[in-house]
């Protein structure tokens, strides 16, 4: 049930995180290793969204497989960037199949994906929904729990929360209204990366100077390490923090 990874670092180019590893997101569309929750493939869109020097982020996104989109091989081979996120997806049944429901979702320099489902969508979030202004509600990228799950944890950015109280206070609401919702969100703005893991699976690389979180590793290098269930990983390229996550 989809795939996404975020990196920090030096630049480097979208090719050397999407396309080169062997069992990067390119392989994970069509053949990925750990598929906990339902699906087999990730082939109902993707996106992939960077920081050129500093600035706000761009995305490019597509509702088709990424293995089918032509124009990405040559877009990543040309494209470095110091702040990667990026996603592959599959649809939860019943959702719908369009690119605004492909990760990542964007604001100012914020980027945000989340791998998973919520449980009794959408009524289990009638009563955390109401707490956003309607606009927000009006102004919803798609109708999918992704993209709810995104107005929350922007609702707490906008509030002064970091990125890492975002997250965790977003899954604890979620957590306790839907429960046994998959909740495996993603947060970066370019310097900063937030991630929980609930649910699904994520691993995390590091190098002295780079960070890569990823839901399961690109290749067989012996430093990934997966962060067990129930945790908050807090990273920027220089450092690295692991919590627990609490539910509300
Ligand atoms: N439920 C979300 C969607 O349908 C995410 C799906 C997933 O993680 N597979 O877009």
Known sequence: MCRHLAYLGPPVSLRSLLFDPPYGLLRQSWAPRDMRGGGTINADGF???????????V????????WSDTTLPELAAVTTAGGVLAAVRSATVGMPLHETAAA??????WLFSHNGVVRGWPDSLVPLAGGLPLRDLLTL???????????LVRHRL?????PGDAVAGTVAAVAAAAPGSRLNLLLTDGVTVAASVAGHALSVRRTPESVLLASEPSDDDPGWRPVPD???????A???DVRELTVA
């Open 141 to 151: 990228e798609v109708p999918t729990d992704s993209a709810l799950l995104w107005a």
């Open 158 to 162: 906008r509030a002064g929360a970091t």
């Open 59 to 66: 995305r490019y996104r597509r509702a088709q497989p990424m």
């Open 104 to 109: 990542p979702f964007a604001e100012g320099r």
């Open 47 to 57: 996106g992939v969204g960077w920081y050129p020097d500093g600035g706000e982020p």
């Open 230 to 236: 129930g945790r908050l990983v807090v990273a920027t």
């Open 238 to 240: 220089a450092g690295l």
